[in-house]
Every structure is written in structure tokens, then in C-alpha cells.
């Protein structure tokens, strides 16, 4: 059974920055290395994406799989699951929720819980984990305050 792991930082720019970053799908090839290419498969009337097919490349490690997204009325909570099994992944549940700071600032939790295709021992899997998290939560720092 896949464990759940949980992280968070504190970027210098308001709610509405954020999560216009992490909902411009089209931009990860620009500012998250891995990903090679990003593809809108369905949209809500809205216009957010609602299923996102990604194309990862990592070195060893390569695949594509799709994501369904939700959101929350005010953007606050933006989570996802894995659509269909892929060539690596079994299961994908994550959610970035963000919330505004009294200094401007907001806080960014990421909570991510993968169940991989492929043997992993737990620790090198925690360890790929909190890698993952941590280079993901870093970027999207740097992105959104490259833009602010």
C-alpha cells in the first residue's frame, strides 16, 4: 500500500500568483526539467484542465501517464489522480493547498501518495519521494517568484 507523504513552503507572492503557475500546464516544460511535454485532454467550462496527459523523462526513468484535476471554488486546494494506470505507476493522489499569509507571503502544502508498477524498497521510495517534493516545491518557489 502507497504512503502518503506531506511538505510544505512559503513563496513571496499572493494566492492568485500560485495557483495561476500551477494551473498554466502548458508551461511545466519551461520551469520543471523532467517533464518533456505537456498535453490539455479535457477542459471544464471554466477553462482550468480537468485531464492533462504529461510525458516525463527523468533519465532511467521515463513515462506518460494523464492526470485528473479538481478544484476547489477559490483555487485554495488544487488535487489530482491518476486517470489509468501507467507503464511505472499503478496510482497517483496529490493535492497542492495554499494558503495566504498575514505578510503577503502563502504557504504551499503538497501532499503526494504514488503507488509505483515497479519493486521499490520503502526507503529508497520515501527517499525518491521527498527528492521529488522537494525539487517540486523549490521550482514552483522560483517560478512564481521569477514572475511576481
Not at 506518460?64 to 505507476?89: C, F, K
Amino acid at each position: 500500500m502507497a504512503e502518503s507523504s506531506k511538505q510544505s513552503i512559503r513563496i513571496a507572492a499572493p494566492v492568485a500568483d500560485i495557483t495561476a503557475v500551477i494551473t498554466d500546464f502548458a508551461r511545466y516544460p519551461e520551469w520543471i526539467g523532467d517533464v518533456k511535454e505537456v498535453e490539455i485532454l479535457e477542459e471544464f467550462e471554466d477553462g482550468y484542465a480537468h485531464l492533462v496527459r504529461f510525458q516525463l523523462d527523468a533519465g532511467i526513468l521515463k513515462d506518460a501517464y494523464d492526470l485528473r484535476y479538481e478544484y476547489s471554488d477559490d483555487l485554495s486546494r488544487i488535487s489530482w489522480t491518476l486517470d489509468r494506470p501507467s507503464s511505472v505507476q499503478k496510482s497517483q493522489v496529490g493535492s497542492y493547498d495554499i494558503s495566504g499569509n498575514a505578510d503577503g507571503t502563502s504557504t504551499v502544502e503538497y501532499t503526494l501518495t504514488v503507488d509505483l508498477s515497479i519493486p521499490m524498497l520503502g526507503m529508497f521510495k520515501r527517499k525518491a519521494e521527498k527528492i521529488i517534493m522537494d525539487s517540486a516545491l523549490k521550482n514552483l518557489k522560483t517560478r512564481v517568484e521569477e514572475l511576481a
